[in-house]
């Protein structure tokens, strides 16, 4: 059934809902305000963390757009998406919140935990939010599951 999502024309959706994810994640986050900084920080970046979280945010938007294709393809059939697709918007959101480097930037739930006066960065956590990235690409994971559990689409 996923094969399907790479085929012509699904595979140019796939393709834009991936860049669109991208390009939205890359501003809610500041990353591209990050960017300008990291010649002047060189030896202060832990690389692997940065490439981990950079590569992770790949993943989420891949997984993103693949949930969102199915899904359309599944509601275009008539099969019921409500499980998968709560999940997906779960997930979704999530990789909205935790930003393209999770060191690097607040995010959306700092912020609104600072509304509450309560303090919070990505960076108290154990692996400084790449948790939170791995927690994300397992509720999309479950989407797909859940998805993928009923019947196939059949594409022409």
Known sequence: MIKSVFKRPYIYFFILIFIVYLTLDIIISQFYVTIRYIPKYLNT???FELGLSIFLTLVIAF????TL???YLKYKQRQNVKKGLTVAALGTT???A???CTACVAGIFPFIFSLFGISFSWLSLPFKGLEFQIFVIILLIISLYLL???DHIKIR
Do not use: E, R
Request: net charge positive; hydrophobic share 55%; aromatic share 10%.
């Open 69 to 71: 294709l199915l899904s």
């Open 98 to 100: 935790a930003g393209v």
């Open 45 to 47: 970046i832990n690389w």
């Open 94 to 96: 999530g990789g909205f």
């Open 148 to 150: 993928n559990k009923s």
């Open 63 to 66: 997984l993103v757009s693949l």
